[in-house]
């Protein structure tokens, strides 16, 4: 199944794509997730993360068909 | 309750009338409604604004707004809400955002409409982009108040 990553808003401008997809392993967490895709990028301060949709933090355990999100501050409303 | 999404321009003051009329079974019930409504203003950061584009994360926003609304719930009692929120394409003086509450008493719905708003604001997943006269820039944090 994998894990599906997705990115928004300027950081999504800032990587030149919206998503991403990471074989599962074991032992994984947000901030490996990160890493494996963009080992020459540390993630930008600030950047908020998410798991299946709810705000997670660095250590959070990332599983096979998890969905990680990665996005800048929000500015709704 | 309802909480939409809407990739169209809206007009917040019928919607919020359209709303009402439909709460048939409450009419008589709720003495309060309250509401706030927030509109995309032509300056920001010393510089005009020609324009906005709203983006959000499908899903995650309309769940935690589900979620807010839950928690608003808890702590206080209100008959019904309503969010309407854009995404999309912006001019100046579109409106950006609709919150309404209807109880039985004017706490509830005063209350409860700032802690929706303000709990939208620092949870619900929507970023916004500005177009200005030569480039476009991401707005990088929420004003505090």
Redesign the interface.
């Known amino acids: 199944m994998a894990i599906q990553v997705?990115y928004?808003?300027?950081l999504r401008?800032r990587l030149g794509r919206g998503k991403d997809q990471v074989q599962a392993a074991e032992g994984l967490t947000v901030t490996t997730v990160w890493s494996q895709l963009w080992p020459d990028t540390p993630l930008p301060p600030h950047t908020?993360t998410?798991v299946n949709?709810e705000?997670a933090g660095p250590d959070h355990p990332v599983q096979d068909g998890d969905e990680v999100?990665f996005?800048?501050?929000?500015?709704?409303? | 309750m309802k909480i939409e999404i809407r990739e169209q321009p809206f007009d917040p003051f019928q919607e919020l009338a359209c709303h009402q009329e439909s709460l048939v079974e409450l009419r008589g019930r709720y003495g309060a409604t309250a509401s706030f409504v927030?509109a995309l203003r032509d300056y920001n950061e010393g510089e005009p604004v020609h324009g906005m584009t709203?983006?959000?994360?499908p899903?995650?926003t309309e769940?935690h707004l589900e979620r807010i609304l839950e928690e608003a719930r808890l702590n206080w009692e209100f008959l019904d809400a309503l969010i309407i929120?854009r995404v999309g394409e912006l001019h100046p003086n579109d409106p950006?955002?609709l919150v309404a509450v209807w109880s039985s008493h004017r706490a509830a719905a005063f209350d409860a409409c700032r802690f929706i708003?303000e709990a939208?604001?620092?949870?619900?997943?929507?970023?916004?982009?500005e177009t200005l006269a030569d480039r476009q820039r991401?707005?990088?944090?929420?004003t505090p108040g």
């Not at chain 1, 996005?71 to 409303?77: D, E, K, Q, S, V």
């Not at chain 2, 709203?54 to 994360?57: G, V």
């Not at chain 2, 939208?120 to 982009?129: D, G, M, T």
Request: hydrophobic fraction near 45%; charge should be positive.
């Open positions: 997705k928004f808003a300027s401008d908020l998410a949709m705000y999100a996005f800048p501050p929000i500015t709704g409303g | 927030g709203l983006e959000h994360y899903g995650m769940h929120h950006i955002v708003m939208l604001k620092s949870r619900a997943p929507f970023w916004k982009k991401w707005v990088e944090r929420n």
